[in-house]
């Protein structure tokens, strides 16, 4: 006789058993928790030091605390991602990544490695140490219901062509915020450019395989949405996926605090901003 799923979960007790063997044969896009358990830890990082590894699919969103001293490594898998992303700072959410000032301040519109993201605070909550795509974007923000709907028949948090705003509206609700509470994003992995007539000008991807780290001056809630960039050219939702590594890194944040004489002022005075603050509440 053939056991069906039915069969199976008609008692408690079964229901109990289906459920625990979901969790042995669990793979795929979902966090490794420990951390620790990763099976492949970047180059020189020992397995202990992990605190968040995670592989996020088009078309969902993820949400974590990450202290001070947190080097975060996003990946773009196979070259379709977009990954959408905000901070928060986690002992004060009322102060949260600004695209204006990350732009204006370090005098740069082009995302890249020594870029700052800089809070509405004059603080800056993370910098980029390194960057393999050079293909990111600080302009257009995310993508919004009215446009996924219009582009793909459907922009609800539930379909297959989510936007990012309804995304993130989820992430922040985890963590006590609101609607009110969600600025304009960043994007890693879907470069814009704008040419010598104004416009902006989709540059896509650069390939896969392709990372970019930041290292948190601050501890953050960081809200990562792998969505389709507002530029996105193809008329199908194709997003691929989106690696998330974190791991433990107080001496690369110490090496960018100490080096702030050899950098543009703006910078060091937003690094002193963080130093100040962080000093204060942790005499």
Request: charge should be negative; hydrophobic fraction near 40%; include cysteine.
């Amino acid at each position: 006789m053939t056991v069906t799923h039915d069969d199976q979960t008609a008692s408690t007790a079964g229901a109990r058993a289906h459920a625990r063997a979901q969790a042995a044969a669990a793979d795929g896009p979902m966090p490794v928790v420990p951390a620790s358990a990763w099976p492949h830890p970047p180059e020189g990082v020992d397995a202990g030091r992990m605190t968040w590894a995670e592989t996020v699919p088009g078309g969902r969103y993820t949400v974590k605390v990450l202290g001070r001293g947190t080097r975060l490594r996003l990946t773009d898998v196979d070259g379709t991602a977009c990954a959408h992303t905000l901070l928060w700072r986690a002992d004060a959410p009322w102060e949260r990544l600004s695209v204006a000032d990350t732009v204006k301040v370090p005098w740069q519109a082009y995302l890249g490695a020594g870029h700052p993201l800089l809070s509405d605070q004059g603080r800056v909550l993370a910098t980029i140490v390194e960057d393999t795509s050079g293909r990111h974007d600080a302009l257009c923000g995310t993508t919004t219901l009215v446009t996924n709907t219009e582009r793909y028949g459907d922009g609800t948090p539930q379909s297959s062509s989510p936007a990012g705003r309804e995304l993130f509206v989820l992430a922040a609700a985890k963590h006590g915020m609101g609607p009110a509470d969600v600025p304009p994003s960043l994007s890693f992995f879907h470069g814009v450019r704008v040419d010598d007539a104004g416009a902006l000008v989709d540059e896509g991807s650069a390939g896969p395989g392709r990372h970019v780290d930041l290292v948190l001056h601050l501890p953050c809630v960081v809200a990562i949405v792998d969505t389709a960039h507002p530029l996105d050219p193809s008329p199908t939702f194709d997003v691929g996926p989106v690696e998330v590594l974190a791991w433990s890194a107080h001496d690369d944040l110490a090496g960018l605090v100490a080096g702030t004489g050899d950098t543009d002022p703006e910078y060091a005075r937003a690094v002193a901003n963080s130093e100040d603050v962080h000093s204060a509440a942790h005499p």
